[in-house]
């Protein structure tokens, strides 16, 4: 192929030359490394010390009720029930319906957290509407130290866009 | 960064019988958490970034796995059942935790990289917080592909098993997070 003496186009002085030299560069200029290197830390031992750890909330987990010999579960039942009988009888004009007020809060709060649901809190807030007194209600109940600690662990971005200082 | 390639590191199917089995099940336990703990946690850790909620995660995939080490058919090779699990368990936290908080994935995502920047167990740079903002914008998949390829070095096959995904989709997953995290970086 003696292409130089059939076409009449020509390159730049030195164009091939340094075109593998300009080529790597442009390479490396598109190519941007990627940190490999790992930056995420775990506590001292805390690997060695994972699986007592594990070994103790899995025996939590699936604690087993003992079985008592069934004499001892009749005499227990039996004193069980004539407590309860001596004590629901003398509550017995007093007992009132279970609603919903009697949920502890915390049973309430983890059925919230535990339980998957498929709506915005925009959603549940249209659905539960604040009336006006509870609304002046939850303004002047005090605030537990601990919740605003927790609140603002969680939001801490919100937290640091007040900018408490600047504006002061 | 976070692990060599990923290798059955022991007998599975022996192990398995034992964890089936009920006179061995509490030994053979102990040696499935021993090996596949620190695996398993950093699978969790680049998901939901956070150290305390790796570890809690963790637990959970463990105690998970126990209760259901007999519903394991062997259809996959163990580790991949547990990576799947793991991998699971931790998308479900942090979709969890974002509905909590009224954000959504991409919202709560951003939340999570910027809390890096004061956690005491995140030591990167500025480059590496740049990285992991990248890895956030990632579609789901594509930021599971991207760890588990670019950090963990697992084989696309282990992936496809874990992720029951097609080797070839996964491919091309890896090199557009590739091309997207190299681009992000890119930028200023």
């Keep these: 192929m003696n292409n130089k003496n059939k076409h009449p186009f020509k390159t730049p002085e030195g164009y091939f030359d340094s075109f593998q030299d300009k080529l790597m560069a442009q390479l490396s200029d598109d190519h941007v490394a990627i940190p490999k290197d790992n930056a995420f830390k775990v506590p001292d031992n805390y690997f060695e010390n994972f699986n007592e750890k594990l070994t103790k909330k899995l025996s939590e987990d699936t604690k087993v009720i003992p079985l008592f010999p069934i004499k001892k579960v009749i005499a227990i039942a039996a004193s069980v029930a004539a407590i309860a009988l001596v004590f629901f009888g003398y509550q017995w004009n007093n007992v009132e319906d279970v609603n919903f007020s009697d949920l502890a809060n915390t049973d309430i709060e983890a059925y919230f957290e535990n339980t998957e649901f498929d709506l915005t809190s925009y959603e549940i807030a249209e659905v539960l509407p604040f009336t006006d007194a509870e609304y002046s209600n939850m303004l002047s109940l005090p605030i537990d130290n601990e919740n605003i600690l927790d609140y603002l662990s969680d939001n801490i971005n919100d937290f640091e866009e007040l900018n408490l200082q600047e504006n002061e | ?188």
Excluded: C
């Design chain 2, 1 to 188: 960064m976070m692990n060599k390639p990923q290798e059955p590191l022991i007998a599975e199917e022996t192990l398995v019988q034992e964890l089936k089995t009920q006179n061995t099940q509490a030994k053979a336990f102990e040696v499935l958490v021993s090996t596949y703990k620190e695996r398993l946690y950093w699978q969790i850790r680049g998901i939901v970034l956070n150290h305390d909620d790796a570890d809690d995660v963790l637990q959970n995939t463990f105690i998970k796995i126990y209760k259901n080490i007999d519903g394991f058919k062997g259809d996959s090779q163990l580790f991949s059942w547990m990576y799947r699990i793991a991998t699971n368990e931790a998308l479900s936290f942090i979709k969890q935790r974002a509905k909590i908080q009224g954000l959504n994935d991409v919202d709560y995502q951003e939340k999570l990289v910027a809390n890096l920047q004061s956690d005491v167990y995140f030591e990167g740079d500025e480059i590496q917080l740049k990285l992991q903002k990248a890895i956030a914008t990632l579609p789901e998949k594509q930021k599971l592909v991207f760890n588990m390829k670019y950090f963990q070095e697992l084989k696309y096959e282990q992936i496809s098993e874990i992720l029951e995904t097609s080797v070839g989709g996964l491919k091309a997953s890896y090199h557009l997070a590739v091309k997207k995290v190299e681009q992000f970086l890119k930028e200023d």
